[in-house]
């Protein structure tokens, strides 16, 4: 049980918008920024999105996150057959001393 | 280039010891916090632990907590993991990761207010680890 809450798939069509959900708590998405990741399988995750809705370097824009309160979202635009693999979202947890949560991860498939 | 190359994984028993190494490049190591995070097979991901540049502050998941130590040698670009008690549940894949805290000012009622973000941008490849009997 992930302390981030993805769905665990999404689908969309080439040149589709399709949006991503990751849902937490006050003592992470509600206190701090939201990152999300892209993981082809078989390699390691790549940082995709970062405080919230910042793109780092060589990201397209077709890539684009937002943040609400506890909730954020990731939304890719113009999908390509490229675009599929597992995203995930992460966020620091201030309980305790503090810790990294993610999300369960969301499978995206391009039909 | 910025990299990070992990080493150390392999077969050990329930019980048994590993430590792994990861060997930084291509940017000043000893400037950030660096984290472990484990991937099991077919499983989400699942950050480990993590270290402040000069070891003083060190967090850990509950589930590793008195059987994992993580540790850094800024002398030579290096984190390290050591892994003791393991179990079939440690099965998985280790990443390297740098550890980002962007520090920014804001003004609030008159005082300057210095506020994080948090994000890990660089990982590994990887290096596996596999409990079993």
């Known amino acids: 049980q992930s302390v981030l809450t993805q769905p665990p798939s999404a689908s969309g069509t080439p040149g589709q918008r399709i949006t991503i959900s990751c849902s937490g708590s006050n003592s992470n998405i509600g206190s701090n920024t939201v990152n999300w990741y892209q993981q082809v399988p078989g390699t390691a995750p790549q940082l995709l999105i970062y405080?919230?809705?910042q793109r780092p370097s060589g990201v397209p824009y077709r890539f684009s996150g937002s943040k609400s309160g506890t909730s954020a979202s990731l939304a890719i635009s113009g999908l390509q057959s490229e675009d599929e693999a597992d995203y995930y979202c992460a966020a620091w947890d201030d309980s305790l001393n503090g810790l990294w949560v993610f999300g369960g991860g969301t499978k995206l498939t391009v039909l | 280039e910025v990299q990070l190359v992990e080493s150390g994984g392999g077969l050990v028993q329930p019980g048994g010891s590993l430590r792994l190494s990861c060997a930084a490049s291509?940017?000043?190591?000893?400037?950030?916090?660096m984290s472990w995070v484990r991937q099991a097979p077919g499983k989400g991901l699942e950050w480990v632990a993590n270290?402040?540049?000069?070891?003083?502050?060190?967090n850990y998941v509950d589930s590793v907590k008195g059987r994992f130590t993580i540790s850094r040698d800024n002398a030579k670009n290096s984190l390290y993991l050591q892994m003791n008690s393991l179990r079939a549940e440690d099965t998985a894949v280790y990443y390297c990761?740098?550890?980002?805290?962007?520090?920014?000012?804001?003004?609030?009622?008159?005082?300057?207010?210095?506020?994080?973000?948090?994000?890990?941008?660089?990982w590994g490849k990887g290096t596996t680890v596999t409990v079993s009997s």
């Open positions: 405080n919230n809705d």
């Open positions: 990761v740098r550890d980002v805290r962007q520090g920014y000012n804001s003004m609030v009622r008159g005082r300057v207010i210095t506020s994080y973000y948090y994000y890990m941008d660089v």
């Open positions: 270290i402040k540049q000069d070891e003083s502050e060190k």
């Open positions: 291509g940017f000043t190591f000893s400037s950030y916090w």
